[in-house]
C-alpha cells in the first residue's frame, strides 16, 4: 500500500454528555502498521474516543478521520475495514459460542475461515458451548477470537484483556503480533502499562480527556524513573554518587544488604555496575508504572474521577 | 460503593447492604406498580360506584352476571357480589387474576436472575455478601411492595364506601396471591439460568392456576383450592369473610421463599438445576443475515404472546354458544360487560377482539424494548460496529415486528372466527372476526410507533411508553363497562377504530391512525440515526 495517511487522525477532540466534559481537545494519530497503545487510567475517556471513531457517537467538536474518512457519516463503509472488540464484551446468551463468533463475522464483513479455526484452538474455545454457560474470560475470547479472524486492516481492541488469565493474555499478545506481521493496524487501549509496554510500537497516553503525551514507549521512559530494589552480598555502599539516583535507602540484613533507589533509566547501568560488584543476591528493577508517569513528570496525584488499579501501581517489567 | 467494604462476620449489615442495593435497582419499578395497580384500582372503584349507585342496579348487575358460566370462567366466582364491594372485585377480577402474580414474578426476577445474568451479582458477592442474601432482599423488597399496594387497595375501597374490614381482606387476599408468585419467581431463579426462563415457567404456571380456579368455579367443586388464584377468591371478603385462608398464600410463599434462598446459599453462583445443553458450533446462514437474526431475537416472545391471543380467542370462541344462551336469558348481561345492544355474537367477537389489541399492543411494547436491552446489555455498540448501517439494523428488527404482529393477529382471528363457528354451529361470524381483527392493525401500530420514537430519542424514557399501555389496557377493559365519559375513551387508539364488528369500522379513523403510525415510526428511525450509541 502506498497510501501514507494515517489511518486514525485525532485533532482537538471534545465530547460533551450533558454537564460532563468525557473528552477535552484530544489528539491521536495511529499510523498505518504499527501497533499503538491508548493508555489512560479508568473513566479519562478512552472508550469514549474509540466510540467517536466508529461513529457510535458524535463528536462535540474537532476533527476526526477513520481511513480519512468521516467516521459518523460513512460508518458502515469505514468499519468494512476493521473490527473492533468492546470494552464490555456482550454476547446474545442462547448462542452457542460458535453461532456468536459467525455472527460477530458477519458483522465485521469478511473473514479467513482457517484463521478463525486456528484461533479457536489456540484460544481453547469450546464452541458448542452457550454463552450464557461461559465465563467472562471465554466470553472475552469470543470476541477476540471474532476480531482477530476478520479481514480487516485495522482492529481496534478496547482493555480486551481484562477477564484473560495470564495464559491467555500470551496467546493473545502472540496473535496480535501475527496479525501485525500481515501489515494490520493496531490501536490498543488499556489501563495497564505492561501490557502495552509488550505489544506497542507507539503510546499515546491521556488523562481526564486530554492527551497528555504521545511517541514512543523508550522516549517517555526517558524521562522517568525506575525502581530498583537489591540484596547483596556484600555492602554496595553509599550510592547516591552516582548520577541519576535518588530516594535511597539502606538497611543490613545478618549477612546481606538490603538497597532501594529510583534512578533515572539512563543511568541504570552504572547502578546496576556497582551492585554486581557488591555480588547480586536478589534483584527487582521495576520500570516506571504508568501512575509514576503522570506522578513524576506532571508532579500531580490522579484526579478523584480516576483509579489507577494497584496492578498498574505494581507493574513489572517482563 | 463504600458501603461494600464489610467485615466478614457482619452478617445483619451484609443483608442490610443487599436490601439497599436491591431497594435501589428496584425503587423506580416499585413505584410504578404501586401506582399503576393503585390508580387502576380507584378508578374501577369509582367507576362502579357512579354506575351501580342503588341496591337495585347493583342487583341486576349481579343477577346478570352470575347468568351462565362465560363470565364466572373469566372474573372468577364472586361471592358476596351482591354488594358494592362484589361488583367491583368481579370488575377488577380479570386484572388482578394477572397483574399481582406478575408484580411478584417482575420484582423477584429482575432483582435475582437478572442480576446474576449479568454478572453484577459477581461483584456484589465477591463484596462478602451473603449468597442467599439478594434472594431474600429481593424477597423482602417485593414484600414492601405488595404490602403498599394492599394499603393503597385497602383505603381506594373504603373511599368509596366499600365496608372497611371486606376491604383490609380484599386487599390481603390479593397480596397474598402476588406473594405466592414472588416466592415461586425466587425459587424458578434458582433452577433456571436464565430471566426469560423465570417469567416462562411463571407465567405458565399463572395460566394453569387461572385454569384451574376457572374449571373449579364453573364446576363448583373443590379444583378451585387448587389454585392461587382460588385461594383468594375463597377469602370471599364481601360474602363470608374467610380470614384464615390468608394463612395458605403465606405459608406457601414462605416455603417457596424459604427454599429458594436455601437453594441460593448451596448451589454456585451462576449456575443452575436446569441447564441448557450444548448447541450447534456454526451459525446458520439465516442467522447471519440481519433479518434471520433479528428472528431469531423476537421468536420466543412473539410464541408467547401468540399463546396468549389464541389461548384468549380460543376461549371465548367456545364458550360463544353458551353465552349467547345467557344474554338471551338476561339482557342486562350484554350492558354489564359493555357491549350494550346489537347482535349479541357481534359483540362478543367487538369484546374479544379488543382485548386481542391489547395483547398484540403487549407485544410490539415489548418487542421494541428488547432493542433497548439490546442497547443497554452493550451488545447493539458491537452490533453498530460492523458493517450494518444504523437504518437497516432498526429496519430489519422493525419488519421482524411487522411480521410477528400480523401472525399473532391473523392465526388469533382465524382461531376465534372458527371457535365460534364451531360452537354456534354457523359461519357467520368467521369473516367479521377475521376483518376486525386486521382493522386494529392501525390502532396497535400507532404504539408501536410512540415506542419506536421514544426508543430513538431518548430510550431511557421508555417507561412512559409502558405507562401509555398500561393506560390504554385500562380504558380497553374497563371504559366501556364502566361508561367513563368519550373523551377519556378517545384518548386510546382502539377507540377509534369503532368497536367492530358490532360497529361499523370507522376507515378515515383507521387512515389517520395508519398515517401517524408511520410519522411516528420515521421521528423514530430518523432521531435513532442522530443520537449516540449506546444509551441506557
Ligand atoms: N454516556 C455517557 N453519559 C455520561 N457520561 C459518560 C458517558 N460515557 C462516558 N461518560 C463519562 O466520560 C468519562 C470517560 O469515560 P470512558 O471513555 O468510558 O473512560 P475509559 O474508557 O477511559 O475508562 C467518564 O467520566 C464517564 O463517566
Ligand atoms: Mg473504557
Redesign the interface.
Known sequence: MTDTAPVIRVEGLTKNFGRVRALDGLDLTVRRGEVHGFLGPNGSGKSTTIRVLLGLIKATSGRVELFSGDPWRDAPRLHRRLAYVAGDVALWPGLTGGQCLDVLGSTHGAFDERRRADLVEQFQLNPTTRVRDYSKGNRQKVALVAALAADAELLVLDEPTSGLDPLMEQTFQRCVRDRRETGVTVLLSSHIMGEVEALADQVTIIRRGRTVTSGTLSDMRRHTRTVVRAVTMADPGVLTDIEGLADHQRERLAELTDSRFTIDTAHLDTAIGRLHEAGIHTLTVTPPSLAALFLRSYGETPGPDESVGEESLAETGR | MSALHLAPDDRPRSLETMLRIVARIQRRSALTWVLVLGASLVGTAAGVAALYDTTAKIHTYAAAVTTGSTLVAINGKVEGIDSLGGVIQDEFGFMVAFLMPLLGISLVARATRREE?C?RLELLLGGRIARHDPTVAALLVTTATIVSTAGLFAAGLALFGVPLAGSVLYALSVGGLAFVFAGLAALLAQLT??SRGVYTWSLIILAASYALRGVGDVTNTWVTWLSPLGWAEKAAPFGDQRWWTLVIPLAAGLALGAAASWLAGRRDLGSALV??G??????SAR???PIG?AVW?HRPAILGWLAGGVLLTGMMGALSHQFLGAMAGNPALAQAIGIGNGPPMDGLVAATQLYLAVIAAGYLVQAVGTLRREEG???L??????????N?WLASHAVVLLGGLMTIVLISSLVLGLATALSAGDMAEFGPALLSGLAYLPAELVLAGVALAVYGMRPRLFGIVWAGYAAMTFIAFLGPGLNFPQWALDLSPTTQVGNPPMGAVQSGALIALSALAGVLVAVGFAAFR?R???QN
Open positions: 445474568e454478572g439460568l436464565h441447564r441448557g450444548t448447541g450447534p458450533d456454526r451459525a442467522l447471519r443475515s437474526f431475537i446489555d452493550g451488545r455498540e458491537t452490533r453498530l460496529s460492523g458493517v450494518l448501517s444504523r437497516r442522530r449516540g450509541v449506546p
